[in-house]
């Protein structure tokens, strides 16, 4: 993972220091409870691009020469860092020194990109095709339950569960075959669901406040958006996808009622 995106996350952390450094030991802390906060960090974001043709009951515009070209041209990957924002709440039981509990939360997720694709046909050389998808996504999900071992002021802890993230894809097809060219253009907005793995520490300042450290790696599933590619007489359906993961790194702060 980038050493930008540790140095953003632990840039929030670093200015408790001092009241970590300042606060005096605490009888063993007890967990349990509800609780809520918000963090502030980094994410990676590892876009993985798709396009696949199929027929449509019509008369095929592609042919298989064209899908499987179509198919390894649209094939692709972009990676993009950003910064993040999180709320989270969330419910734990202590007993003895296991914890478990349960944690929702909702992010930023300004995540946005485009790819083109322009190459000349295998199948008809000198005539060639442009395909672009856009897509964003701008908040994420996520309900996890958390299972740790509590020593002293410390928690540290694994996670692991559910996440969701709404997509907006734009898709446009053309090429230069003729005078009336094959074109189509297609547009969505897929709600994802996703799994989401991580593992973090807190430390407790007092009986109602700590800090932690939050590592989250999240995988959704594919989101799609499917046009028709007309041409006259002749019809293909062309499909983009787009698959995303995260590497997310925050520093939060939290309050225990």
Do not use: C, K
């Not at 930023?108 to 990109?113: C, D, P, Q």
């Not at 692991?160 to 907006?168: D, E, N, P, R, V």
């Amino acid at each position: 993972m980038r050493p930008q995106l540790f140095s953003i996350a632990l840039l929030p952390l670093s200015l408790l220091v001092p009241g970590l450094a300042q606060a005096q030991t605490l009888p063993a802390m007890d967990w349990s409870g509800a609780y809520l906060g918000a963090g502030l960090g980094g994410v990676v974001d590892i876009a993985n691009t798709s396009g696949q043709g199929s027929d449509n009951g019509q008369p095929a515009y592609f042919n298989a020469t064209d899908l499987a070209q179509l198919r390894s041209a649209l094939a692709a990957q972009n990676s993009t860092t950003r910064l993040a924002g999180q709320v989270f709440a969330g419910f734990g039981q202590q007993t003895g020194q296991l914890y478990y509990g349960l944690e929702a939360s909702m992010g930023t997720a300004s995540l946005e990109g485009s790819r083109t694709t322009s190459q000349d046909y295998d199948s008809l050389p000198g005539t060639s095709f442009t395909n672009t998808l856009a897509y964003s996504a701008h908040w994420q999900a996520a309900l996890r339950a958390r299972l740790g071992i509590a020593r002293d002021n410390w928690l540290a802890y694994v996670s692991g569960g559910l996440a969701a993230t709404q997509f907006h894809l734009d898709a446009t097809f053309s090429d230069t075959n003729g005078a009336t060219p094959g074109r189509g253009s297609s547009s969505s907005d897929p709600l994802v669901l996703g799994v989401t793995l991580g593992l973090g520490a807190e430390y407790a300042l007092d009986e109602h406040w700590s800090v932690r450290a939050d590592y989250a790696f999240t995988h959704f599933g594919e989101a799609s958006t499917t046009m028709a590619i007309v041409y006259p007489g002749f019809s293909s359906d062309l499909r983009n996808g787009v698959q995303l993961s995260s590497h997310t790194v925050t520093a939060g702060l939290s309050y225990r009622f």
